[in-house]
């Protein structure tokens, strides 16, 4: 079987022979192609069509051959719907043959949403060889997990050697850094092949500060009248705009179609500024659900600081109207501050109750639903959730941003006792959220995830800069000095600590924190993923200092799930007495029925009431 994705943009392979290639760039006055092939290199004018395109079609045009725009008759920029760029964002892109790839899953059609358990991993930093071929080789350990639904961080062709992704400025270009475009649909097809899912994390709020030249000869693909941290944001409502909306959703249907992914993590929404009707994120979802989505299961999920619940809306027959689901990052603040004790920075808005906020999170969705935010200066947040099933939030205690974005990449294995961990694991790991993980989370990963690049040199000073800048806020970090300890995101050596060290599944205490991962994920396909298939909202929570948190959903079949759970470090008195079949409790815990009404420190019990009469 073979993929394509038409488009208008960047090239095209023609039936009869030859190549098109096309360019939208309104700011120009002409734009040549300079195409090298093994006859020789050819500099060649372009068509100008309407509303700023420029257009040509080379007979002799061939797979691999490299080629580039000139700009009115100066700069030489690579093509920004390139399909491949194999010497990095300055470079000559490279013509692809999509269908140069024979796939091997034609009868793949995806999982339901409710069977997902995503896996965040990073291709860089997954192996120690960094690539998608490398990455290929964990996915039956990935099964064993019980994981069913691999997360990748952006693939997205950025500067230089080694990032995050989250820098990426052509769009349509798999990472070479990780091997070559039909490396990542083997990858995709091999996990496939094993009943796994992939799903692909896309930045569709601003481009890296590297190696993007649309100011140059497409000035409209920007709206000044919109800053954002990253300076004019992307134009998805003024002139020009269609254009630019059209860029972005082809980029979805791109990854969806012609990659075969089955879903898209969109990052950073609340950033993307757009007045129009309809919202962007509503047109590429709609695009989405009559596209790919008509013939088998395709997700979107979104990252939104701002909790924006109409987004996550379900049609009478449980299907999304817009994005299956969002990352709870309120879930996982709630759980930090319980663990960790830290309240600094956004925290602060978690630390007054703690343990209720993460009930209202199991229970409905958002902590913050239209409510006062403290570190938002007093600001409204959210809006109400109690609607939403469950499934529609991704739960995790870990993932890049919350551990990356600290100034020595600390994981919450460093952070907290092993025993809070455990505990805060079999609570999102059972409950009917979506479970996400993070790469090595599984068995206590002592490598470290930190924030690391590879800019020019004018560009990595000012990172260095920067980014020791953002802490000098923190108490711990006013002096100079200790702010000069905080590994430096340029250099080598600290993308190469951020490296799972897999020898360590093999010793102990890495081991036995595995060990405890594959029963929860175990439990949680035997007893829990069967009845969510129509889960409505249903949860209701209590919570307590003495006698510590009380959370109760009705599943899909009518099932009666509760969690009893003490996460503090002294035990819990006057728990009622679970409901139903315990199916699993902490191993601190010698009486899952709870008769003496006691919660050891850091234990959880999760009982389940079957039958329709448990609603």
């Known amino acids: 079987m073979k993929r394509r994705h038409l488009m208008p943009f960047g090239t095209q392979l023609l039936e009869g022979g030859g190549v098109r290639f096309r360019l939208w760039a309104p700011s120009a006055r002409h734009v040549d192609l300079v195409l090298a092939m093994e006859s020789g290199r050819a500099e060649l004018p372009m068509r100008a069509a309407e509303d700023g395109w420029y257009e040509t079609v080379v007979a002799n045009a061939s797979v691999g051959a490299r080629y580039a725009y000139r700009i009115d008759g100066g700069i030489s920029v690579p093509d920004p719907a390139a399909r491949f760029n194999p010497e990095d964002v300055h470079a000559p892109s490279e013509i692809v043959d999509p ?60 500067p230089g050697k080694r990032n995050w ?13 990780y091997g070559r475009p039909e490396d990542l649909k083997r990858f995709i097809d091999a996990a496939h092949a094993r009943g796994l899912m992939v799903f692909l994390d ?56 012609e990659y075969h992914f089955d879903g898209l993590r969109l990052d950073a929404v609340h950033t993307i500024a757009d007045d129009s009707q309809p919202h962007i994120l509503q047109e590429l979802a709609e695009a989405v659900h009559t596209g790919p989505g008509r013939d088998r299961h395709v997700h979107l999920v979104l990252e939104n600081e701002r909790n924006e619940a109409r987004y996550l809306g379900r049609d009478a027959d449980h299907r999304p109207l817009v994005a299956t689901a969002q990352w709870n990052d309120d879930f996982h603040h709630a759980v930090h ?30 902590a913050y639903q239209h409510d006062v935010s403290r570190y ?70 002592s490598a470290p995830f930190l924030f690391f690049c590879d800019f020019g040199p004018d560009l990595s000073a000012s990172v260095t800069a920067g980014r020791r800048g953002e802490f000098s806020r923190f108490e711990r970090f006013k002096d100079p000095e200790t702010q000069r300890s905080i590994p430096d995101p340029v250099e080598l050596e600290t993308f190469e600590r951020s490296k799972l ?54 599943l899909g079949d009518g099932a009666r799930l509760e969690l009893r759970a003490n996460l503090r470090d002294t035990p819990a008195e006057d728990v009622t007495p679970p409901v139903g079949t315990p199916i699993y409790c902490s191993p601190s815990v010698k009486d899952p029925q709870l008769r003496d009404g006691r919660l050891p420190p850091w234990s959880v019990v999760w009982s389940l009431q079957d039958g329709p009469t448990a609603s």
Not at 391 to 396: E, H, L, R, S
């Open 99 to 158: 269908f140069a790839y024979e796939w091997q899953d034609g009868d793949w059609r995806g999982r339901p949403w409710e069977e997902a358990v995503l896996y965040e991993l990073h291709v860089g930093t997954f192996t120690p060889v960094g690539t998608y071929a490398a990455a290929m080789e964990k996915l039956d350990y990935l099964v064993d997990l019980g994981v069913t639904a691999i997360e990748l961080m952006p693939v997205a062709e950025f």
């Open 165 to 177: 992704g989250y820098d990426g400025a052509l769009l349509f270009a798999p990472n070479a850094n």
């Open 202 to 257: 896309v930045v569709y709020n601003h481009f890296g500060p590297e190696g993007n030249y649309l100011h140059i000869y497409a000035e409209s693909f920007f709206n000044p009248r919109h800053q954002t941290p990253w300076g004019a944001a992307i134009n998805y409502d003024g002139p020009d705009a269609r254009t630019v909306r059209s860029f972005f959703i082809h980029n979805a249907l791109y990854w969806l179609e």
């Open 337 to 366: 501050v319980l663990l960790t004790g830290e309240g600094d920075g956004y925290y602060q808005d978690y630390s007054d109750k703690p343990l209720a906020h993460l009930g209202r999170c199991l229970a409905e969705g958002f």
């Open 376 to 445: 938002g200066h007093g600001r409204l947040r959210g809006e109400p959730s109690v609607h939403l099933p469950a499934t529609a939030f991704v739960n995790f205690i870990q993932n890049h941003d919350q551990v990356g974005n600290r100034a020595f990449g600390e994981r919450i294995g460093h952070l907290a006792p092993p025993e809070a961990v455990e505990a805060a694991a079999a609570c999102y790991l059972l409950a009917p959220g979506i479970p996400m993980l993070f790469m090595g989370e599984e068995f206590d990963a």
């Open 501 to 554: 060290r897999w020898h360590e599944v093999g010793e102990a205490r890495h081991a036995a924190r595995l060990a405890l991962y594959r029963q929860l994920l175990a439990l949680r396909h035997r007893h829990i993923v069967p009845r969510l298939r129509g889960i409505t909202p249903s949860g209701s929570y209590v919570a307590h200092e003495r006698a510590g948190l009380h959370v109760q959903w009705t």
